[in-house]
């Protein structure tokens, strides 16, 4: 069965410094692997999905993620922070029909 | 196009009392799932459905009952609340992956979520 591992509960950046969060995942065939952003009190919001091709896939508001099937990761970045990018991420893999299988989240805090 | 909407949006519990939670969707979608969300361990299927009258479990499908009796609502039943489904509740919904074939650029695959059902077991 696939997983989902993101090794950092919490992380705390300063605004306009960069951000990395990690997700490492396990999958038998070819993944298709999600990022998806979660504000306060609200559902779920996808940031940015990998299906095939390019390894470095863009999203929205700025994020960006590089899959590495070596590594089996699909690390999320973003080269500058902003107070409004405080919220917990969830990295995912699509699984047999079509059900996703979320990591634990990250709670990233921004120190202004 | 309101997209995928939760009712009740809150809701407190007795333990031992029932309660159904609804999800709609006006995207036609033929894939829905229903997901609980408990801190530290992200969130987990309970049960999903790949069209109108299917239901299938997921990973944490005990102590809960699911009906698809038409496309566009999903519904999560309760029968016996206990204080360990305290949690907050998402429903979700997709494309049928096969339609749309494996375009990365076709909402098949994607998973629109609800705003969440927050649920209390006292």
Redo the contacts between chains.
Sequence with gaps: AQSVTQPDIHITVSEGASLELRCNYSYGATPYLFWYVQSPGQGLQLLLKYFSGDTLVQGIKGFEAEFKRSQSSFNLRKPSVHWSDAAEYFCAVRGPGNKLTFGTGTQLKVEL | NAGVTQTPKFRVLKTGQSMTLLCAQDMNHE?M?W?RQDP??????IH?S?GEGTT?K?EVPDGYNVSRLKKQNFLLGLESAAPSQTSVY?C?S?LT?GLAG?D?HSG????T????SRLTVL
């Design positions: 894939y799932y997901y530290g361990m992200g969130l987990r299927l999903y790949v299938a997921g998402f979700a997709t992956p494996n990365p098949a695959n994607v998973l979520f609800g705003a969440g």
